[in-house]
C-alpha cells in the first residue's frame, strides 16, 4: 500500500524553496536492479534528483535515469530484454572474442555489451544528460578512484562495471579501469554537496547460507568481495552518512543474475514504500 502522508507531501514539492535531492547508486551486479525501484518511487512522488552518482551497474542505472528515462521505462525495459534468456545468450555468443570459443568470463568488451543491451537512443555523452551525472571507476594500477562527469559516457560506464574477472578492465587513455564498486561500492559523497538530502542505496549484499555449506571457488571470490565492501561501507557511515541509506532486499542474488529480474524485481518491492516513509520524514524535518 502507497505511503499516503509521502504522496501528500510531494504535492507541495514545486513551490519554491523546496529541499533538493539527489541521489547514489550503489554497485552489485544484477542486484542493482532493485535501483530501479527507488527511482520508480521518486517518479511516483514528483522528485526529480538534482544530481546522481553511481559506482558499476549503479553507475549505469544512474545514467538511464539521467538521460530521462523514468523507473517504469527501465522496468519494462529490462524484462524485455534480460527476460529472454536464448536472446540473451545469443546477444553474448555474437559478442564473444572471435578468437576463442564459448563463452568464458574475463574475455568480454563491456563497453560492446552496454552498446548491445542499452537502449538505441541512449546518450553517447554525459552532455546529453539532464542530469549532472558522476560515475566512478577504479584506476588499477594508479590504486585510486576516478570520478567522470563528462566526454564519452559509454567509456565511462564500462570502466564503472569492469568486475574483475568477469569483464576485460577498460583503458581509458593511458590508465587501466575496474569496476568503481572495488574502490567505492556506494559512492554517495560525491553529491552529499549537492542537495539538501541525499538518498544512497546499497545492493552490495553480503553471503548468505546457514553455515553448512561451503562454497565453491567463484562462490569465494565473489563473497569476499561483498564483505570487504561492506566494511567500506560501514567506514564511509560512520565518518559521514548520507540523510537516507536504504538497502532493497535482493536475497542470494548472484552478481550475474540478470534472468531472474523478475525475482529481483519482487524482492526489493518494499524498497519503494521504504523509501517514501523516510523522505516523508526528511521533508517534515525541514519544514
Avoid at 43 to 63: K, T
Avoid at 98 to 115: A, D, H, K, P
Avoid at 175 to 190: A, S
Avoid at 216 to 221: A, G, K, V
Amino acid at each position: 500500500m502507497a505511503h499516503k502522508p509521502a504522496a501528500d507531501a510531494a504535492l507541495t514539492r514545486e513551490k519554491s524553496g523546496t529541499p533538493s535531492v539527489a541521489v547514489a547508486f550503489g554497485c552489485g551486479g544484477a542486484r542493482g536492479l532493485a535501483h530501479i525501484q527507488v527511482i520508480e518511487a521518486l517518479d511516483e512522488l514528483g522528485i526529480r534528483p538534482v544530481a546522481i552518482a553511481g559506482a558499476s551497474f549503479g553507475a549505469i542505472v544512474g545514467a538511464a535515469m539521467a538521460a530521462g528515462m523514468s523507473g517504469a521505462e527501465m522496468r519494462d525495459y529490462t524484462l524485455a530484454t534480460v527476460g529472454n534468456r536464448t536472446a540473451v545468450l545469443n546477444k553474448l555468443w555474437a559478442l564473444r572474442p572471435l578468437s576463442v570459443r564459448g563463452i568464458r568470463l574475463g574475455q568480454f568488451n563491456l563497453e560492446r555489451i552496454l552498446r548491445a543491451f542499452l537502449p538505441p537512443a541512449f546518450p553517447a555523452e554525459f552532455s546529453s544528460l539532464t542530469i549532472p551525472l558522476k560515475v566512478v571507476a577504479t584506476d588499477y594500477y594508479g590504486q585510486a578512484e576516478i570520478v567522470t562527469e563528462t566526454g564519452d559516457l559509454f567509456e565511462a560506464l564500462a570502466a564503472s562495471a569492469a568486475i574483475p574477472a568477469v569483464f576485460m578492465p577498460v583503458k581509458v587513455g593511458d590508465r587501466l579501469m575496474i569496476d568503481g564498486g572495488i574502490i567505492n561500492p556506494v559512492p554517495y559523497e560525491h553529491v552529499i554537496d549537492r542537495a539538501d538530502i541525499i538518498v544512497a542505496v546499497d545492493v552490495v549484499g553480503a553471503p548468505e547460507a546457514d553455515g553448512s555449506q561451503v562454497p565453491n571457488r567463484i562462490e569465494s571470490i565473489f563473497g569476499a568481495g561483498q564483505l570487504m565492501m561492506q566494511a567500506s561501507i560501514a567506514l564511509k557511515l560512520k565518518l559521514q552518512a548520507p540523510t537516507i541509506f536504504l538497502r532493497p532486499s535482493v536475497g542470494r542474488t548472484g552478481v550475474l543474475d540478470f534472468l531472474k529480474a523478475r525475482e529481483i524485481f519482487a524482492s526489493s518491492e518494499g524498497v519503494k514504500d521504504e523509501l517514501k516513509f523516510a523522505l516523508d520524514a526528511a521533508f517534515r524535518a525541514r519544514a
